[in-house]
């Protein structure tokens, strides 16, 4: 079981609007993979997948993830899904949805969604780790990382 369901994605990214759960839902395991596991190491994105699955959160998980997760998550969701919104790929290729009674957004406006979206969601991220520092006694598995970049394996320019 993913770490969020399409309702919840639709229900904190978009509330309000009617949008078909199927339209987000292949982007879950994607966005989970992609932005949520380089964040909180694989150990413990192994522990909050596997207590998902049958909502039996330990310590301070079921906090971490309703309260900080799920927010940034169904954001990338949404940063992931977009595109396969915006064409669909068929076997005559590749093609924008005929939308009766509404104009297409322009690629400038989506671009700009798009980019919203993830402003969010990585602020929402950083969110998550202040809040897994705060509290790293309780969170053993998260990577002990160094605040610093003096630390990092970037090659020094001179």
């Known amino acids: 079981m993913p770490l969020i369901t399409p309702q919840e994605v639709i229900n904190l990214a978009i509330p309000g609007k009617n949008l078909d759960t199927a339209l987000v839902a292949e982007s879950i ?33 079921q906090s ?43 690629d400038t406006d989506f671009g700009m969604l798009r980019n919203k979206l993830l402003s969010d969601a990585e602020l929402l991220a950083r969110e998550m780790t202040d809040y897994l520092k705060r509290n790293r006694a ?5 990577p002990n990382c160094p605040d610093d970049s003096s630390h990092s394996s970037l090659p020094f320019l001179y």
């Open 29 to 61: 395991p994607i966005a989970s993979l992609k932005y949520i596991k380089p964040v909180v190491g694989a150990s413990l994105y192994s522990l909050l997948t596997a207590e998902s699955v049958g909502n039996t959160f330990t310590g301070l998980n």
């Open 64 to 106: 971490l993830c309703n309260d900080y997760l799920k927010d940034a998550l169904a954001r990338y969701v949404l940063y992931e899904a977009l595109p396969l919104m915006k064409a669909e790929i068929t076997s005559n290729g590749i093609q924008t949805p005929a939308i009766d009674f509404h104009v297409p957004v322009n």
């Open 138 to 142: 309780s969170f053993p598995d998260y």
